[in-house]
């Protein structure tokens, strides 16, 4: 068991002494994870969140109406985005979004203050521009679906930027 110690520790240093000896000679293996980990292109990830509020905001009809809050997001362009939505709602709304790709249902709510949760994630698109995005699901039902064909209700806004 010691000798296998030894052997690590042994290891360890001769890899250290000749990566050091590639650096202080201004050279570095063909190979080497460094020059690996620059060859790999990531892209990160932004991390969005957005509620279903049933009754939540006032309408020019002077009623309360399900809403997306807040139903404009911004984003880079390109940019890998997971966007957590909680829905309040005792019903299934939906992220629907042909240019986005993206048709996500979420489940109602189970209990009232309680949201239901869910992740979605997707790419945003590499052009900047602004991208509509609705729920495709009946909702706002006492007010005759109204909601559904209002921007800044149920209907949103991925802002996309260089």
Not at 100 to 107: E, H, K, M, Y
Not at 116 to 125: E, G, R
Request: include cysteine; charge should be positive; aromatic fraction near 8%.
């Amino acid at each position: 068991m010691a000798r296998r110690t030894t052997l690590g520790f042994a290891s360890a240093i001769a890899i250290a002494i000749v990566a050091l000896g590639a650096a202080g000679c201004g050279q570095q293996p063909a190979s080497s994870a460094a020059s690996a980990a620059a060859r790999i292109t990531t892209t990160p990830t932004a991390y969005l969140a957005m509620d279903v509020l049933p009754g939540f905001k006032l309408g020019s009809d002077s009623k309360l109406h399900d809403a997306y809050s807040p139903s404009t997001l911004t984003v880079a362009a390109g940019k890998k985005v997971q966007l957590t939505v909680y829905n309040y709602d005792n019903m299934p709304h939906s992220f629907t979004s042909a240019a986005l790709g993206v048709n996500v249902t979420f489940a109602p709510s189970a209990k009232t203050g309680q949201a239901s949760t869910t992740v979605i994630a997707f790419t945003a698109p590499k052009k900047p521009g602004h991208y509509t995005f609705q729920c495709i699901k009946p909702c706002d039902l006492p007010n005759g679906e109204w909601s559904m064909g209002q921007p800044g209700y149920m209907i949103g806004t991925l802002i996309v930027k260089d």
